[in-house]
């Protein structure tokens, strides 16, 4: 049973280029999360999908960011323009149901350095 | 979701029981409380939660005040690896994982 897989893991770009994150749910997961965490501080929620559904953005900053989770493929975290303030792990989680707490897997996550 | 509170660090010896405290003094009649925790450049994992009652499973215990104020999770013999950051956290019932999870302890296991 392959676990959430994110990639790539490290990822470097210069300011003002697009970062593209990548998010394979758990098989038969249809709920997926994306969190960010910036150094030295915990995670924080960002968005919520399922197939094909924006369930809620209230976490992601109006510009800039956007998210998606097509009916095939994995969910996409897309920063445009990034900033160095960008720079910071960005996790992705998987659950079951909407309230999977204890089903939920995280995935390694993806280093996003902004130079 | 009620807001939780933790010791930024603590130390354990190797082999002891490793007992992490949580404050949740805000915690209403319907909120879990869940236990993840972070090992150094990996995602959060889940551990153990609970309502009223006291939970074990194979990796934790997890004892919950009466009053449902507090909580503290157990590891029973410490390891090294479970030097780890560990989040308590306590979301709304019928939410989903829409949470901030604090800076959480920074248990360090010592040999």
């Known amino acids: 049973n392959a676990g959430v897989m994110q990639n790539p893991r490290h990822l470097v770009r210069r300011r003002g280029q697009e970062a593209r994150l990548r998010c394979s749910p758990v098989k038969g997961h249809s709920h997926v999360y994306w969190y960010r965490q910036l150094p030295e501080e915990g995670l924080k929620f960002m968005v919520y999908?399922?197939?094909?559904?924006?369930?809620?953005e209230s976490g992601m900053p109006k510009e800039r960011f956007s998210a998606e989770f097509p009916k095939e493929g994995p969910s996409i975290l897309r920063i445009q323009q990034v900033v160095r303030g960008d720079s910071a792990a960005y996790f992705c989680a998987s659950s079951p149901t909407r309230e999977g707490w204890d089903e939920q897997f995280f995935g390694p996550g993806t280093r996003l350095t902004v130079l | 979701d009620a807001k939780t509170t933790q010791p930024p660090s603590m130390d354990c010896a190797e082999g002891r029981a490793a007992n992490l405290p949580c404050n949740h003094s805000?915690?209403?009649?319907?909120?879990?409380v869940y236990w993840y925790r972070q090992i150094h450049s990996q995602g959060p994992q889940y551990i153990i939660h609970?309502?009223?009652n006291n939970e074990t499973n194979e990796m934790a215990s997890l004892i919950i005040t009466e009053d449902r104020k507090s909580s503290t999770l157990i590891l029973p013999h410490a390891t090294l690896r479970d030097t780890a950051v560990y989040y308590c956290i306590a979301p709304n019932s019928g939410g989903y994982q829409k949470v901030t999870f604090g800076t959480g302890t920074k248990l360090q296991v010592i040999p």
């Open positions: 609970g309502l009223k």
């Open positions: 999908l399922q197939k094909e559904n924006i369930i809620d």
């Open positions: 805000t915690i209403s009649g319907n909120e879990y």
